[in-house]
Antibody, heavy 119, light 106 residues
Framework: QVQLQESGPGLVKPSETLSLTCTVS????????WSWIRQPPGKGLEWIGN???????DYNPSLKSRVIMSVSTSKSQFSLRLSSVTAADTAVYYC?????????????WGQGTLVTVSS | DIQMTQSPSSLSASVGDRVTITCRAT?????LNWYQQKPGKAPKLLIY???NLQGGVPSRFSGSGSGTDFSLTISSLQSEDFATYYC?????????FGQGTKVEIK
């Protein structure tokens, strides 16, 4: 079964760029959408965006100006870059597979990685 | 954006109770998904497309609804069900979540 694992720095300075990578194992990265979702401490879930194996993306307008997602099918990885971070970007970041075809849902989820924005 | 509003935001219940959580969308979304999240863990898919039970999820969980109004029901609450539950729509971008419903022990 598919497993996802986030990796990247746990601490990022304000105004810098947050960079995370998700490694997909146990299944193909091709022909699926993949998502990043975040959750500030003690708060709810926010969808950041999707990327397809072709590189097509769909971003949340609230973050669109600062987000870039990319995918490497050869490495079975997809990545998130969020620029100009502030303390409000402190959150657990999850990488997730988008299951389903016409109807879509999130499954499975990576374990999540806490990224703290602080000087 | 489609806003998702869950009711209640929190509830206290006892083992064996029947629990229902509702989710209302600001426009018709046809279907939605439900997730369970325990402290320190990633969310887990429970129900997809409004009423389809994800594999391995106990049958005491059920989902229903259409259009703008949906519900998640736990027929007989078990100790392992104390968690936060989120609804989510993938009908229209940006995909959005409800604010969550925390189910606590009474």
């Amino acid at each position: 079964q598919v497993q996802l694992q986030e990796s990247g720095p746990g601490l990022v300075k304000p105004s810098e760029t947050l960079s995370l990578t998700c490694t997909v194992s146990g299944g193909s990265i091709s022909n699926y959408y993949w998502s990043w979702i975040r959750q500030p401490p003690g708060k709810g879930l926010e969808w950041i965006g999707n990327i397809y194996d072709s590189g097509n993306t769909d971003y949340n307008p609230s973050l669109k100006s600062r987000v870039i997602m990319s995918v490497s099918t050869s490495k079975s990885q997809f990545s998130l870059r969020l620029s100009s971070v502030t303390a409000a970007d402190t959150a657990v970041y999850y990488c997730v597979k988008v299951a389903g075809r016409h109807l879509k849902w999130f499954d499975p989820w990576g374990q999540g990685t806490l990224v703290t924005v602080s000087s | 954006d489609i806003q998702m509003t869950q009711s209640p935001s929190s509830l206290s219940a006892s083992v064996g109770d029947r629990v229902t959580i509702t989710c209302r969308a600001t426009q018709s979304i046809t279907y939605l998904n439900w997730y369970q999240q325990k402290p320190g863990k990633a969310p887990k898919l429970l129900i997809y497309a409004a009423s389809n039970l994800q594999g391995g999820v106990p049958s005491r969980f059920s989902g229903s609804g259409s259009g703008t109004d949906f519900s998640l029901t736990i027929s007989s609450l078990q100790s392992e069900d104390f968690a936060t539950y989120y609804c989510q729509q993938s009908y229209s971008s940006p995909w959005t979540f409800g604010q969550g419903t925390k189910v606590e022990i009474k």
